[in-house]
């Protein structure tokens, strides 16, 4: 029984860092009561308390799933827990060795798996647990150098590191290593946003705006709606303009029609545009060559689109059904389907170098990286989050669009349909979000305007070398068990 309750406390504890709350610093002893839970366990035994925690955690984590599919979900959150139940096998594993290793090897362990959610079978890198900190803007800005993986590291090794010292596996000694990382970590934050502060006086400044359309889910294909749909739009868009930004941006597939196919409510968009005079990008749905994308469509300030981005990654089960043709029934778990991705990253010219992440495109780093990398001045993240209600989810999803910005030292802009929109600078920091006059940021209407610099400074080491540290991480544990095989070969010689 107390291995179970020692399992539901770090489950809550962990997955409250990732609820709307922003209780952070429950990441940095959460994984406590899932280490001493899992004292004394079996290898086996070990696997099943971990996958326990993880199923609750997970449970807890991404509750909102249930309204997009109960399936889905259930099948989701036991995938997912396999991971927590591999790291109970690596914590099993580790008491083999010396204090001072298990150190290390217990958060490079947990990169590594986090990592390998992040990509395998397309990879599902929600609520890594560095993002948990993403409002702590000084432990957070070694992210441009390390990514989020450092952040994840840093806090799974003072859980480790105390762990150790509360259950007398070693001494006060062991506190010293984690003590110094956060010491390096927060001084080269403070560093890093003192220099940012002052930065954006030297570069060359836009005004944006983003539009929070607020649409129900329910209402955003409905024929019927299209024509209050396009007025909602109409009047944010028009009372946005007075603001004279250069660039005003809707949310994911916030057209209600399609590209390609339904041209008269795409005419009025691109009417729109003209009478205003400004670049326009919206989110669309668009149909050609037989197939549908999730688009995302620059008109100009002529009344034409410019430029057009499909989106790259999709949403596996959301927005195409992985192995259909082997496993028919698996259809009858997913909202939409046979959406199909796109070939190129697309750079927008107007007003300035800009890429375009669409809904959860922002969770991969190496789609940020690639856009940088390409010329891109300032990232921009379109989202619907509607399908998830009010809770968590929006939140959670927003923490990976700063440190998409903390890692390239650019600019975020981020417009959702029903929140949260706003801007983010190279810092991290959170200029300003779209909210109501009780300051509510979710299922609001409304828009925001806000200036925002170019980026012209050289790619950050994260941009140029990218996961580097997750390698760093494999080959310390690779280290870890070398060094333990050869001192129990020397053991046993003896």
Not at 66 to 72: D, R
Not at 309 to 326: A, C, D, R, S
Not at 411 to 432: C, E, M, Q
Request: glycine share 8%.
């Amino acid at each position: 029984m107390i291995p179970v309750v020692l399992s539901i406390s770090s489950a809550l504890l962990l997955a409250l860092s990732f609820s709307s709350f922003n209780l952070w610093l429950f990441a940095w002893c959460g994984f406590i009561p899932l280490f001493i839970a899992l004292e004394n366990k079996s290898l086996r035994g070990a696997f099943t308390v971990a996958f326990f925690c993880g199923i609750i955690f997970w449970g807890l984590a991404i509750y909102w799933l249930v309204h997009v599919t109960l399936l889905g979900q259930i099948i989701l959150i036991l995938y997912l827990a396999v991971y927590f139940g591999l790291f109970g096998c690596v914590v099993y594993f580790s008491r083999f060795f010396s204090a001072n290793n298990r150190l290390f090897f217990l958060p490079a362990s947990w990169v590594l798996l986090e990592y390998l959610r992040s990509y395998l079978f397309t990879g599902f890198p929600w609520a890594l647990i560095g993002l948990s900190q993403y409002t702590i803007l000084p432990i957070i800005q070694i992210a441009d150098i390390t990514g989020a993986w450092g952040v994840c590291f840093l806090v799974v090794l003072v859980n480790a590191a105390f762990y150790l010292f509360l259950r007398k596996h070693s001494g006060v000694k062991i506190l010293f290593i984690p003590i110094l990382g956060l010491f390096l970590s927060l001084g080269y934050g403070l560093i890093r946003l003192n220099y940012q502060a002052s930065e954006c006086n030297r570069q060359e400044q836009l005004k944006i705006s983003v539009v929070q359309g607020n649409i129900p889910q329910d209402l955003k294909w409905d024929k019927r709606a299209a024509a209050f749909i396009q007025e909602r739009y109409r009047q944010l868009t028009s009372a946005a303009a007075v603001d004279e930004p250069v660039l005003i941006i809707w949310p994911e597939a916030s057209v209600p029609g399609l590209w390609g196919r339904d041209d008269a409510e795409f005419r009025q968009v691109f009417s729109l545009a003209g009478q205003l005079g400004t670049h326009l990008l919206v989110g669309a749905v668009s149909y050609y060559n037989q197939n549908y994308f999730n688009s995302a469509l620059l008109i100009n300030q002529q009344g034409s689109v410019a430029a057009t981005y499909n989106k790259l990654h999709l949403v596996p089960f959301g927005e195409y059904i992985p192995l259909k043709n082997i496993f028919p029934f698996l259809e009858t778990i997913a909202p939409i389907g046979d959406i199909q991705p796109g070939k190129n990253y697309t750079i927008f010219r107007q007003p300035a170098n800009f890429g375009v992440l669409i809904c959860f495109e922002d969770l991969f780093p190496e789609l940020s990286r690639e856009f940088i990398k390409r010329g891109a001045k300032f990232l921009v993240n379109i989202t619907n989050d509607a399908w998830y209600k009010e809770g968590s989810a929006p939140y959670q999803h927003f923490s990976a669009s700063v440190f998409r910005s903390v890692e390239n030292r650019v600019y975020l802009v981020r417009a959702a349909n029903t929140g949260i929109s706003g801007f983010i600078d190279p810092a991290g920091r959170i200029l300003g979000v779209v909210s109501n006059a009780r300051s509510k940021e979710i299922f609001v209407q409304g828009y925001r305007s806000q200036n925002i610099c170019l980026a012209t400074v050289k790619p950050t080491i994260y941009n140029r070398y990218g996961d580097f540290f997750v390698v760093f991480c494999f080959l310390l544990d690779a280290c870890v068990i070398i060094y333990f095989l050869r001192r129990r070969g020397i053991s046993t010689r003896r």
